[in-house]
């Protein structure tokens, strides 16, 4: 429910509907209307940033800390939707936002959109909220008052848009394991490529760090210029407006906005730290703040901004941070599935969360088969689940698919097909690198073989019985046709015919 307290929109319930038509007109209104009293909150007069270097800053900070000057927390993942909540504990209109899955929900963005920064471009919150379709949305980095241009680091959706170039200003970012990062953040650390930022943004001061308030080691570390101290203590201890972003024990990405007007309302640093401390957050950084603090719902409007004109004019800012609907990264499940609520439902053969590994994995498939989206699909030759079998008697081919054409059920070469003639054809079929080796191949286990050996013994013994039946006739010859020698002389001596003869 919206109630209207003279010029003030609060907000009375924690989930947000569509506010009514009278006032989505009086805010695109306040779109086109030109501020005619700016409310200037910046934590330098000149320039933006300390001129030390990340060294300084890690070697003067307490040793309790030793040389990290950052803390890390994982994300949490849950499915819920993120949680708003009207601060009614507060004298003053606000907003805490708790991100359950903050990784595949939140978002920096570019003023305006992607090349916002590369062009110096400054739009309203409204205006990039909206064109993003973000759930909610508020005001992040700071920004040049001269020139327009963002400030500090900024990594939006995977993108390195700025390099800061190492300036020790308070960091919030995302890294791709979903790990929460808060600090201050050398240049190394910010192009790392291990586990790289994929959303990155700059403030100033960082508020609480492992639940306890770290604003006077902040004012060390980001103010190091005589003629910006006494500015930059103003900026910590005025009341003004105030956009913060931090995290609970949970890993839940909490979002804080309070509106207020610089010097007459609003909340100190050491207020919104002690008031977030007491609620549980672990780090926080502050973020943009003043005039430029902005809560944005359902593309409207829900803050009161402090910028004066005909009605309170949201004023043109740079970075947002945006609360959005799952996503698939990448968007298109890597074109091997399809984004169904944030989440990738792969197509068959396909796993992960983008979709971008194969169920089965080349190692999966032994030397001899290759992964694919169906699985191993094996050499020729080869067969199984990982291509470690050889193909059975009978069978040849990629995956053993094809069956062997030789008669006598005989097995076939298992990479060619063509009919083995002996075993030893089968056992060394195969290249030098993928011999089979003798043990699958058994000669009792071939129908073949055992034809072979049938055919083999029979013609032995036909060979054999032939030998026997030409070794009998043959002996019977000798003993039927056998002769013996007689000298003539002999022979005529006894017979009449051999006595004429020789008288003759």
């Known amino acids: ?33 030109s501020s005619t009293k700016a409310d200037v909150l910046t934590p330098y007069k000149e320039g933006h940033g300390p001129s030390h270097s990340y060294h300084h800053v890690r070697d003067c900070q307490h040793v309790v800390h030793g040389s990290r000057t950052f803390e890390t927390w994982p994300s949490g993942s849950h499915d819920a939707l993120p949680s708003s909540y009207f601060e009614e504990s507060l ?10 899955d903050p990784l595949k929900t939140v978002s920096v963005l570019e003023p305006g959109g992607p090349g916002g920064c590369e062009r110096s471009h400054r739009v309203t919150v409204q205006e990039t909220a909206e064109a993003a ?11 040049n008052t001269t020139t327009d241009g963002c400030l500090g680091n900024v990594v939006s959706d995977g993108k ?34 291990s586990n790289p930022f994929v959303q990155l943004v700059s403030g100033v001061m960082w508020l609480l760090r492992n639940g306890e308030v770290y604003i006077n080691q902040s004012l060390q570390a980001e103010c190091d210029k005589l003629v910006d101290q006494e500015v930059f203590r103003d900026f910590v201890d005025v009341l003004s407006a105030r956009t913060v972003v931090g995290h609970d024990a949970q890993g839940n990405l909490v979002l804080f906005h309070v509106d207020g007007q610089t010097n ?45 004109c005909r009605w309170r004019c949201a004023r043109p800012v740079s970075t947002i941070l945006c609360v959005h609907q799952r996503r698939c990264k990448p968007e298109k499940c890597s074109k091997n599935g399809k984004c169904v ?25 032994s030397p001899h088969g290759v992964c694919t989206p169906g699985g191993c699909v094996c050499d020729s030759g080869w067969r199984g689940m990982n291509c470690s079998e050889v193909c059975p008697p009978g069978f040849y081919g990629v995956s053993c698919a094809e069956r062997c054409q030789c008669d006598d059920q005989c097995p076939c070469n298992p990479l060619t097909g063509n009919c083995v003639v002996n075993i030893d054809d089968r056992l060394n079929q195969g290249d030098t690198k993928r ?21 083999t013994v029979t013609l032995a013994l036909f060979l054999l019985i032939r030998l ?19 000298p003539l002389s002999n022979i005529s001596k006894q017979t009449p015919l051999a006595a004429a003869v020789q008288s003759l």
């Open 1 to 33: 429910m919206l109630v209207l307290k003279g010029d003030i929109c609060w907000i009375k319930k924690s989930h947000i509907k569509p506010l009514n038509k009278k006032l989505i007109i009086l805010n695109v209104i306040s779109l086109h209307r």
């Open 91 to 100: 004298t003053l209109p606000g907003h805490m936002v708790f991100v359950h």
């Open 133 to 143: 379709g973000c759930l909610y949305a508020l005001n992040a980095g700071f920004f």
């Open 160 to 193: 390195l848009v700025r390099d800061s170039q190492g300036v020790q200003n308070a960091q919030f970012g995302i890294k791709k394991d979903g790990s929460l990062v808060f600090g201050y953040l050398s240049q190394e650390d910010v192009l790392d490529q």
């Open 264 to 308: 007459e309302r609003g909340m100190s640093l050491w207020e919104v730290a002690e008031f977030l401390k007491t609620n549980g957050v672990i780090n926080a950084i502050n973020l943009d703040g003043g005039g430029s603090s902005s809560f944005v719902i359902n593309s409207t409007l829900a803050s009161y901004p402090a910028d004066k």
């Open 341 to 365: 609520d944030g989440r990738c439902r792969c197509q068959e053969g396909w796993q992960g969360d983008a979709c971008d590994s194969l169920m089965c994995q080349p190692a999966a498939c």
């Open 435 to 455: 011999q089979i080796t003798p043990p699958e191949f058994k000669l009792s286990s071939s129908p073949c073989s055992q034809t072979w050996l049938i055919v």
């Open 468 to 486: 026997a039946v030409h070794l009998l006739r043959a002996s019977r010859r000798w003993f039927l046709f056998s002769y013996r020698y007689f």
